[in-house]
C-alpha cells in the first residue's frame, strides 16, 4: 500500500492514505483513529513516521490530538453563507431575511448577530485616519466580538471618531451591532463605502477569541462605512474564521 523506494516520504504517504479514509467517510468524524502502534504495525512503519502523519493530519484540520486520550477525526464546522448584493447593499447571512426597509441599519455578515465589545482603546493607525480623514488623536478604535449562540466567529476593529465613542457604547451595548448603534446615534443608516477581502492567519491575540489554534486561516474584510452623503463613518477590520464562514456575491438582484 505505501511505496517504499518511491519520492514521497512515507509519512506523507500514511497521511495522504488516512485523509482519504476520512474524506471517504470510512473514518467519520468524531471516530478515534488507531493508536501510533496500531498503525505502525498494520502499515509496517515505525511509530516515528505514524507520529509525523497524524502531525501533519493535525495541520491539516483533518484531526484533533486530544494528549493521554487519542486522537480523534475533526468535525468540519459549519459555514454561514453571508450572501452580499453589491448593487443593493443587501446582505443576509443564513436563514434571517435583510430587513425590508431601505432606511433600516442592515444586517453585517454574521448570522443573527451578537456583537459585544471586547476593549476601547486610543490607538489609530494611518489607514483608518485616511479613510476618515480624522488626524490620529480624534479617532477610537473598538474591538468586538461577534459570537452568535456563543460560538465565536468573528474579531472586529472599528475606528471611528472620538466624539461619537460616548453615544456609540451604551448604544452597541442595547443592539448588538455597530451600524445599529450608529444608526441610533445619528438617526441615519450607514452604508457602505467599500469593502475589500484578504486574508490572514489568526495570530496570539485573534486565536484564543475565536478558539482556533495560532495560525488558523483567518478571512479578513475591511472597508470604510458612510451616511448617505458619502461621509465616513468608521473603518472596519474584521478576522472570521476561514473554516466558518464563506461570501457569496450576487451580481442580479
Known amino acids: 500500500m505505501l511505496q517504499r523506494h518511491g519520492t514521497v516520504p512515507l509519512y506523507l504517504q500514511l497521511a495522504r492514505h488516512l485523509q482519504g479514509r476520512i474524506d471517504s467517510r470510512d473514518l467519520p468524524p468524531g471516530a478515534r483513529l488507531p493508536s501510533e502502534s496500531e498503525l505502525a504495525d498494520r502499515y509496517a512503519v515505525n511509530r ?14 483533518a484531526v484533533e490530538i486530544h494528549r493521554g486520550i487519542g486522537t480523534f477525526v475533526r468535525t468540519p464546522p ?3 453563507s453571508v450572501d452580499v448584493s453589491p448593487r443593493s447593499q443587501r446582505i443576509a447571512s443564513g436563514s434571517p431575511a435583510a430587513p ?9 455578515p454574521a448570522t443573527a448577530r451578537v456583537e459585544r465589545v471586547l476593549r476601547t482603546a486610543d490607538t489609530a493607525e494611518g489607514e483608518a485616519t485616511r479613510a476618515l480623514g ?4 480624534h479617532v477610537r478604535r473598538i474591538d468586538t466580538l461577534i459570537d452568535p449562540g456563543g460560538s465565536p466567529l468573528a474579531v472586529s476593529s472599528y475606528w471611528l471618531a472620538a466624539d461619537l465613542l460616548p453615544a456609540v457604547l451604551p448604544a452597541l451595548e442595547d443592539t448588538a451591532n455597530l451600524a445599529a448603534a450608529l444608526h441610533r446615534v445619528l438617526g441615519e443608516p450607514v452604508r457602505y463605502a467599500w469593502r475589500a477581502f484578504s486574508a490572514t492567519a489568526a495570530d496570539l491575540t485573534d486565536a ?3 478558539g482556533v489554534p495560532t495560525g488558523h486561516p483567518l478571512l479578513v474584510r475591511e472597508g470604510v462605512s458612510c451616511t448617505a452623503d458619502g461621509t465616513p463613518v468608521y473603518f472596519v477590520r474584521r478576522r472570521l474564521r476561514g473554516d466558518a464562514v464563506r461570501f457569496v456575491l450576487h451580481y442580479q438582484d
Open 100 to 108: 425590508a426597509d431601505p432606511t433600516a441599519p442592515q444586517p453585517d
Open 134 to 137: 480624522l488626524p490620529a488623536g
Open 48 to 61: 516515528l513516521t505514524v507520529r509525523q502523519a497524524v502531525a501533519e493530519l493535525d495541520r491539516a484540520g
Open 78 to 80: 459549519t459555514q454561514v
Open 208 to 210: 484564543p477569541l475565536l
